[in-house]
């Protein structure tokens, strides 16, 4: 089945600067690519995700960029507040609803 | 935000105990599913309904069991729990489970500790 490795799995960064996650997968079928945030307490939310037939995508302050070849994708953040301080878990599926997660990362920006 | 409501929030229940979470999702979903998320591992799908049939079961033992007895509801029945089985446990629903585009939304989740 699919394996998904995330890193790194704490992540410290100043406010204002970038932060980047990277997950690579196993199953070269996976075709979606979610992200979700989940703060203390609270429940995962959809952040951001990418299709294998899109190489990047940008929300604002995010962005995800997926490699196909190497298998992995990567989430950028740009201009980081400490309201992004949180866990970031990415995910990869070849269905649609089967999702395999990654470990997590926990993204500490400080003031 | 009230999309996916898992009650109860906080369970504490002894290894003989028959318990049961409940979740319920107002967003007209058809595919619901039940997650196990523990320290320091992945997410784990545990079940997966589709327009209420069971379409997957990860490999779960038997003293969870799930139900749903339409689109909206799902519940987890606990039984014979061990100290190990201690997590956060996630209901999320979707769309469907065959949809394009099928984001899955999480409810807050139920954090059970079994003693």
């Known amino acids: 089945g699919e394996n998904v490795e995330q890193h790194p799995s704490t992540l410290s960064v100043q406010e204002g600067d970038s932060a980047v996650i990277k997950c690579t997968y196993s199953?070269?079928?996976?075709?979606?690519f979610p992200w979700y945030k989940q703060e203390l307490g609270k429940r995962p939310q959809l952040i951001i995700d990418?299709?294998?037939?899109?190489g990047e995508k940008k929300d604002q302050r995010i962005a995800v960029t997926l490699n196909k070849t190497a298998k992995h994708f990567s989430l950028h953040i740009t201009e980081t507040q400490p309201e992004d301080s949180a866990v970031y878990f990415c995910?990869?599926?070849?269905?649609?609803?089967?999702?395999?997660f990654g470990k997590g990362t926990l993204l500490t920006v400080n003031p | 935000e009230t999309g996916v409501t898992q009650t109860p929030r906080h369970l504490v229940m002894g290894m003989t105990n028959k318990k049961s979470l409940k979740c319920e999702q107002h967003?007209?979903?058809?595919?619901m599913y039940w997650y196990k998320q523990s320290a320091k591992k992945p997410l784990e799908l545990m079940f997966v309904?589709?327009?209420?049939?069971?379409?997957e079961n990860n490999s779960v033992p038997s003293r969870f069991s799930p139900e749903c007895p339409n689109s909206s509801h799902l519940f987890l029945h606990l039984h014979t729990l061990q100290p190990e089985d201690s997590a956060l446990y996630l209901c999320?629903?979707?769309?469907?489970?065959?949809?394009?585009?099928?984001?899955?939304?999480f409810g807050e989740g139920s954090w059970l500790t079994v003693v």
């Open positions: 999320a629903s979707s769309r469907d489970r065959d949809s394009s585009g099928n984001t899955i939304y």
């Open positions: 199953d070269s079928a996976s075709n979606y």
């Open positions: 990418i299709r294998s037939n899109v």
């Open positions: 995910a990869a599926s070849v269905s649609n609803y089967k999702l395999t």
């Open positions: 967003l007209g979903h058809n595919a």
């Open positions: 309904y589709n327009f209420k049939e069971q379409t």
